[in-house]
């Protein structure tokens, strides 16, 4: 059982302040309203006392009761009940089975004597139906047998207006609107005295123990259950909330949100209704009657009273809290919202979850502690504090008063255990960086993405750099300083740069590639570096760094200008001629750089070109000193010397075939004489120098490409001549000959050739090439008789269709009118068109000037 304080017990009315030194006097019952307390004895007085309430300097309620004066009813019997009607202004008081009226100020009988004669006990109905406020609804338990009447009380008059019988002997009542909970001789049961249905609710034996029966709030009543159960009842017969468990012995019950307190022979119980818990014990023995009035809940003895002060809620939350009991304390809170304005339960329902999420927090209780600092809207700074040297200097930002903690900073929370420190660090970066896009991180901004880089870089995170390529609101003094202390480099930078500092940001990473500091973040910095000047908008930057670019690298360095966006090369900030300046010490960039102006881009300036193929042949003649270039292998750089001057038409032509004279380079000869038209000269080379057939062939081919068929048979003649001049018997050239005509069959004009081979070729030899012309012929022929047959089919269609017109009649008369000018016709000549519009003649003519005359057609 988990004790709270709730109740402290004060005294009320001493011993001699009642009844002096008259020890035979004992307390039968009690009333409360307002600072009106009444007291009826067994020997049938009534004693009125003003209660005083203050509060002494320790915290604590005490009271002061004042009696005002007291009198004898007149009877020999105990007073048995007492209740007020202070709307009226009256005390019912029942003594010696009678419901006598009397006055609450002086304790005089009323002047016209009404009473309620019969009455074993009654209860006051506090939700009446009759809504007369003048008047009061008092239900009793007859002296008749199985008998319960209903009356409603005026100022001086009483009226019966219900008798209900029940199924036994009633011994306790409480009343709600037109329904009566009753204790039965075995059984409690719902009674509707107005439609007289009843609902049983559970057995009870009333000769074991004394029932009770209590109404505690708007249709809902307690009753004391078997088993020592205190049980709840609405008038549906249904029970809404879990019983509580109290003492078998219970004499009197009372309620007082959220706890209902029990009386029995030792002591006073308290227990929650919220989690039905015995939250408390107060000794008390002798006890005899616990009731509560307005929320006042008063116990005696039979000699003393005392009243049930409970602690404010909120000193027992915290009380709660300080015991580390969270859940209970959040259980209190939420269930005593009904009680507090809304506001002022908001705010300090906000507050408890914060204090909760704290205690929850040092106990490394991670989860729920996340839960509750959001569901608390805690100022995030509140935690980020705890953190030595993570709130940014700048911060104005101080803890809540009160606190919501008593940890000074995380050292003290965890006591130095550095495996606990780790832990709280590691939740610290989860959380912020979960609500640092939330409306919680709304004016705070800086100190939690602050506080996240210091956490991230302390602890080496790879998140680091996610939360410096992104936006953030990273204070960069405090940021640069923390980041400089734990060696993380290439993140300043990264800082420096969001904080449009890239001249600081590239010294530093600068610095790192060179050597000068030390961070190992990224491998690929020299790479990085040149990505970054790539898309720098500083141009002055750019050119500042190239130099050091392009020592490191010169085919990496060459990317800040080739891989540049196209709109910004083509400013004068880039320009090309500006480029190729400075790469004029960097041969290897230059070429990429020029490649990347002829090949990518596709400029189409002839000094580029030029420049291009004379850095190519340089390189290509450095890499083959010898002049004689037979039987080397092509290089990459040749290739790619071979490919420009094959493809490109802007070089000099002249200026390079100079360059190449006696270099040995002979396929490369063959193409440039080839692009002066010279491809005679070009195919002696191709096949004399460098007996390259296959090369020949593909002369032929590349050359031709886009210039139609008959240039490119003049070409494959060309080359058929020259493998023909040699000497017959010579069998070198006569193979490729036989080969290209048998290869290339359709290039050829077949009758000529024929004319120009020896006669000592065999038809067996040349067969491939003679099948190939012969099929190509026929194919030729059969095409063009295929086409001819369109054509007269086309001219067919054109004549059927015009005789077609033809053959129509057409009426014309003075009433036709031309559909140009809207004018008869006079003469029998018209114009008409395919739409069936007839038109003047001169009309027709004019057709073209005028734009309001029918579509041209055909005439007839």
Not at 240 to 249: F, I, K, L, T
Request: net charge neutral; proline share 4%.
């Amino acid at each position: 059982m988990m004790t709270i304080k709730a109740f402290s017990l004060v005294s009320a009315v001493e011993r001699e302040l009642l009844m002096g030194d008259r020890d035979r006097i004992n307390i039968e019952c009690v009333e409360c309203c307002g600072k009106n307390l009444y007291v009826g004895t067994n020997d049938c007085f009534i004693y009125h006392f003003l209660l005083e309430e203050k509060t002494l300097p320790t915290g604590t309620a005490a009271f002061t009761a004042t009696k005002q004066l007291h009198r004898h009813l007149g009877f020999k019997k105990p007073v048995n009940e007492l209740r007020a009607a202070s709307a009226l202004n009256r005390l019912l008081v029942l003594c010696d089975n009678s419901i006598t009226l009397v006055n609450m100020m002086n304790l005089e009988p009323i002047p016209t004597g009404a009473r309620i004669k019969g009455a074993v006990t009654f209860a006051l109905n506090e939700n009446p139906v009759s809504g007369d406020p003048f008047c009061v609804e008092v239900c009793i338990i007859s002296v008749k047998r199985r008998t319960i009447q209903v009356f409603m009380v005026y100022e001086d008059r009483v009226q019966i207006v219900k008798e209900v019988s029940t199924p036994e002997q009633p011994f306790a009542v409480a009343v709600d609107g037109h329904f009566l909970c009753l204790a039965l001789t075995t059984q409690y049961i719902i009674l509707n005295y107005n439609t007289g249905v009843s609902q049983d609710l559970f057995p009870y034996c009333s000769e074991e123990k004394r029932p009770i029966v209590k109404r505690i709030g708007r249709q809902e009543f307690l009753l004391a259950g078997p088993g020592g159960l205190g049980m709840f009842a609405t008038v549906a017969g249904i029970s809404q909330r879990a019983p509580v468990h109290w003492s078998e012995n219970v004499i009197g019950a009372a309620v007082c949100f959220p706890y209902v307190i029990a009386l029995d022979d030792e002591f006073i119980t308290v227990h929650s209704m919220l989690d039905q818990q015995q939250k408390q014990t107060l000794p008390f023995k002798e006890g005899h009657i616990l009731q509560d009035f307005e929320g006042r809940v008063i116990v005696t003895t039979s000699k003393g009273v005392y009243i049930l002060v409970p602690l404010p809620l909120e000193k027992q939350i915290q009380d709660l809290l300080a015991s580390r009991r969270v859940e209970e304390a959040l259980v209190l809170a939420k269930g005593v919202r009904r009680n507090i304005p809304k506001e002022k339960f908001q705010v300090m329902y906000r507050r408890i979850l914060q204090q909760a999420g704290f205690i929850q927090f040092a106990q490394l209780q991670f989860p729920e502690a996340k839960e509750l600092f959001r569901s608390g809207q805690l100022d995030v700074r509140e935690l980020i504090s705890l953190y030595p040297f993570l709130l940014p200097t700048s911060s104005s930002f101080t803890r809540s008063h009160p606190p919501l903690h008593e940890y000074a900073d995380l050292n003290q929370l965890t006591q130095g255990d550095q495996e606990k420190m780790a832990k709280c660090k590691r939740f610290l970066m989860s959380y912020l960086n979960e609500v640092r896009s939330t409306e919680v991180a709304n004016g705070y901004k800086e100190d939690i993405d602050t506080a996240l880089l210091k956490l991230y870089a302390e602890a080496d995170h790879n998140s680091l750099l996610d939360l410096l390529v992104t936006e953030n609101f990273c204070l960069l003094t405090d940021s640069a300083v923390w980041l400089e202390k734990h060696k993380k480099y290439f993140a300043l930078g990264l800082l420096y740069h969001y904080n449009n500092q890239d001249a600081a940001a590239l010294q530093l990473w600068v610095n790192i590639v060179n050597g000068d500091i030390c961070d190992s973040t990224r491998s690929d910095l020299y790479e990085y570096v040149v990505d970054f000047l790539t898309y720098c908008l500083d141009h002055e930057l750019v050119w500042k760094y190239a130099d050091w670019v392009l020592q490191k690298s010169e085919e990496v360095g060459v990317q800040v200008f080739t891989k540049r966006p196209l709109d910004e090369q083509q400013k004068n900030s880039f320009n090309p001629e500006d480029v190729i300046s400075c790469l004029k010490k960097y041969p290897k960039a230059l070429v990429r750089y020029l490649e990347h102006l002829v090949i990518d881009r596709r400029l189409q300036k002839e000094e580029y070109h030029t420049h291009l193929a004379l850095l190519y042949l340089e390189e290509v003649l450095q890499q083959r000193p010898s002049a004689n270039g037979k039987g080397a292998e092509v290089t990459e750089m040749q290739a790619k010397l071979r490919s420009l001057l094959q493809k490109s038409d802007l070089y000099r032509v002249h200026f390079l075939i100079d360059k190449i004279q006696g270099t040995g380079l002979h396929m490369e000869s063959a193409i440039l004489h080839g692009k002066l038209e010279e491809h005679e000269k070009a195919l002696c080379i191709l096949v004399h120098e460098l007996k390259d057939f296959a090369a020949a062939e593909d002369y032929c081919l590349w050359s031709s490409e886009g210039r139609g068929d008959p240039y490119r048979q003049r070409l494959f003649h060309t080359l058929l001549a020259i493998y023909l001049r040699g000497d017959p018997s010579d069998c070198e050239l006569v193979v490729p000959a036989v080969d290209l005509l048998n290869h290339h069959a359709t290039e050829f004009d077949a009758a000529e050739v024929l004319q120009l081979l020896p006669d000592t070729w065999s038809v067996q030899l040349l067969c491939p090439f003679l099948t190939g012309a012969m099929r190509h012929s026929i194919h030729t022929k059969r095409m063009t008789q295929v086409a001819l047959g369109l054509a007269k089919s086309e001219n067919l269609i054109y004549k059927y269709s015009k005789m077609k017109l033809k053959g129509s009649s057409v009426q014309l008369s003075d009433k036709k009118l031309c559909q140009v000018c809207q004018n008869p016709f006079c003469k029998p000549v018209f114009v008409k068109y395919p739409n069936g519009g007839l038109v003047h003649t001169h009309c027709a003519a004019n057709r073209h000037t005028n734009q309001n005359s029918p579509s041209p057609g055909n005439r007839t």
